[in-house]
């Protein structure tokens, strides 16, 4: 196969965001796809990113609204940025229809649709890639290379503490501070807890409470509003049609304990509902040292301290002589080898996007694993879930339990609102 025919499916913000995303590849001259069409049960949607298409490549694709409309035009693969209620149907369906699939996180709305997915993806030969990208942020290569070095030593610590939101105002839409569509503490926090395994390894146990602060959520954009949040600057047009407030249903806040297979403890607080100072910190403290990481897709350098003195920028990148970033990263990113990085955010978020993009092209290509397959995906979704059950029952929480469905009383609604 020397040309994958892709459809993406689910054409609003994400969608739109992950057409920039393969627009950056195709300008590297990295990408191995071509797009066939774009799927979304909302035609508007659909012809939107159609008509954007057309400015980035050389066709316009093909507009359907369903799977079966799909399957007509002919495709090899789909990218399925939907929300995450329909992450589920979509994955499954696809690979049904023998299509290889990428998901956006999270995988699926809860470990249970995430199981779905693993069942179908287990009975298919197709390859499965969950759209995973803080990990794939430079700074974070380096991170996890310093410490596989043993930079710090061994590893004993987490401290990852993000606290922000300004207050009750609408974080990018209604959807993500609502229950059964997928809040906050999931939304954003799969990343997180992808990032805390990436660096440090599987995560065993939890223990935290869970608050919903903002009972109330307010949204900027509709009333002209041009400080709502909108990442990337492709929301505006949705937020302003959106409620000008709305009742939250899912929690905004945890305050967590956290246990690693390898000793390491953590501290992990989440905060969607700050009214005054935000913060930003996640440390490692290790047997030799210290690292400090930026907030993730900024391109400040990390810093570490070393037996008392400080070391950041290229004094970090020099412990590694070794690391170098892959092929599509060093070129999209300038270098193979960063100690940090200028871009906006809005070209950052296209190149994190594009890295995406071609590890799962590569991987059809090459007939192996993704980077970020159902495994991890439903291990980041089912730590996530972890903190939630842990703040409805009280309890530590296994995170094995929440991954076997042994453990779901937090998820049950969810799971019954989605009818599996």
Request: hydrophobic content about 40%; proline content about 4%.
């Amino acid at each position: 196969m020397s040309e994958i025919r892709l459809a993406i499916v689910g054409c609003g913000g994400m969608g739109h965001r992950h057409l920039y995303g393969l627009g950056e590849l195709h300008r590297q001259g990295l990408s191995p796809f071509k797009l066939v069409a774009a799927c979304d049960p909302n035609r508007g949607n659909a012809e939107s990113l159609a008509d954007e298409a057309a400015g980035l490549f050389d066709s316009r694709p093909t507009v359907v609204t369903d799977l079966d409309q799909l399957a007509a035009v002919g495709v090899d693969a789909i990218d399925a940025p939907t929300t995450p209620r329909f992450h589920h149907d979509v994955a499954v369906g696809a690979l049904q229809r023998g299509w290889h699939c990428m998901v956006e996180k999270p995988v699926g709305l809860t470990v249970r649709a995430c199981n779905l997915i693993a069942a179908a993806a287990n009975d298919s030969t197709q390859v499965l890639s969950v759209a995973e990208n803080y990990r794939r942020d430079p700074m974070n290569r380096l991170a996890r290379a310093l410490l596989d070095a043993g930079v710090i030593g061994d590893p004993r610590l987490l401290i990852h503490h993000s606290l922000g939101g300004n207050g009750n105002r609408m974080l990018i839409s209604v959807w993500r501070h609502q229950k059964n569509q997928s809040g906050l503490l999931l939304d954003v926090g799969v990343h997180f807890t992808d990032m805390m395994e990436y660096l440090l390894g599987p995560i065993t146990t939890v223990y935290a409470q869970t608050r919903l602060h903002e009972k109330v959520r307010v949204n900027p954009a509709a009333s002209g509003d041009a400080s709502a949040s909108n990442p990337a600057g492709v929301y505006g047009k949705w937020q302003k049609e959106m409620p000008a407030e709305f009742e939250a249903t899912a929690e905004d806040a945890a305050y967590a304990t956290i246990h690693f297979a390898n000793g390491v403890a953590g501290q992990y607080i989440e905060d969607h509902a700050i009214h005054g100072e935000g913060s930003w910190l996640r440390q490692i403290q290790g047997s030799a040292g210290s690292m400090n990481l930026p907030p993730d897709r900024r391109g400040d350098p990390l810093s570490l301290n070393i037996g008392g003195s400080e070391i950041d920028g290229k004094g970090a990148l020099d412990l590694v002589p070794d690391f170098h970033l892959d092929e599509a990263t060093a070129r999209l990113f300038g270098s193979e080898r960063l100690s940090h990085y200028d871009f906006e955010f809005p070209e950052i978020d296209r190149k994190v996007i594009a890295t995406e993009y071609a590890d799962f092209g590569k991987a059809i290509l090459d007939g192996r694993a993704p980077e970020v397959g159902i495994e991890q995906g439903t291990r980041s979704v089912a730590v996530s879930y972890a903190l939630m059950e842990s703040g409805q029952s009280g309890e530590v929480v296994n995170v094995d339990d929440v991954i076997t469905e042994r453990v779901d009383g937090y998820q049950a609604e969810i799971n019954a609102d989605l009818g599996i």
